[in-house]
């Protein structure tokens, strides 16, 4: 009985482990393919290879909404068809960027969430800087994650 606990007990770490890494590898995959994404839709004049290093020269709210808009069907595209629409809104300073995403439930966005919050808030971070650098007070973001009906899932609320 002792040989199979202790057989169950390394097999399981072994998953455990196996697990781990794997999620490692997405996130690392996730951190590079977003700070691309955000390099590709913001201006080649952003730096970083990671979204940890990101940073994006000075931009007005109005001036990302204008050009998220205006590139927001490559957000598809860059993707690859995971954001399937997504539109931004200014109102002062404050951004809303909706996401769009075909099958989104509660349990994925908690998912993703978990596993990759701080890489979103790192970039939702170099956007707040940005904006902070172009002269706007107290700048907030949300990004609303919404699936295929309409209905927003979750809303990630950043603020300076």
């Known amino acids: 009985m002792k040989k199979l606990l202790r057989v169950l007990l390394v097999l399981i770490l072994l998953l455990g482990i196996v697990g781990f890494v794997g999620i490692q590898f997405v996130r690392s995959q996730i951190d590079q393919r977003a700070s691309q994404i955000v390099s590709g839709l913001v201006d080649s004049n952003v730096v970083g290879d990671t979204l940890q290093d990101l940073v994006i020269p000075p931009t007005s709210p109005q001036e990302f909404v204008q050009y998220f808009n205006n590139h927001a069907q490559e957000v598809s595209a860059l993707t690859n068809g995971l954001v399937s629409s997504a539109s931004a809104s200014v109102q002062g300073s404050h951004v809303t960027y909706d996401f769009v995403i075909d099958g989104l439930n509660g349990l994925v966005v908690d998912v993703l969430i978990a596993s990759n919050g701080d890489q979103i808030e790192a ?6 800087d940005s ?3 172009a002269g ?3 700048p907030s973001l949300d990004l609303n994650l919404v699936n295929e009906h309409g209905q927003i899932i979750r809303t990630l609320h950043y603020t300076r």
């Open 136 to 138: 706007t007070q107290n």
């Open 131 to 133: 904006m902070v650098e």
């Open 123 to 128: 970039m939702a971070n170099a956007i707040l």
